[in-house]
């Protein structure tokens, strides 16, 4: 018998201005110049200033919950939002939160 289901996710900035703290969180101490983290930071423009994970992630859950409840197992769906290489070194586990 299982207690919950618990989806791990690498996260993202949801808003143009989290996109550069995200970047120097995620490569804190990895010493990657400023100019690099201002070219990849620009690579979210084509997202409008987020990145499209955050939304991945609700719609799987979206996804899982409506399976689950049409089979009528009854499970909290949590999701976990990690920085850092996940499974190899979480740095902090941003949020959590039932679905």
Known sequence: MYDAILIVGFGGPEAPEDVLPFLENVT???NVPRGRLLE??????HFG????INDQCREL?????????????HLPVYW????GIPFLRMRCV???LTV
């Open 94 to 96: 941003k949020c959590a």
């Open 28 to 30: 804190r101490g990895r």
């Open 80 to 83: 976990a939002i990690a920085t």
């Open 61 to 73: 859950i979206a996804a899982l919950r409506r399976e689950l409840d049409e089979r009528s197992i």
């Open 40 to 45: 990849v930071a620009a690579h979210y423009d």
């Open 49 to 52: 200033g987020r990145s499209p």
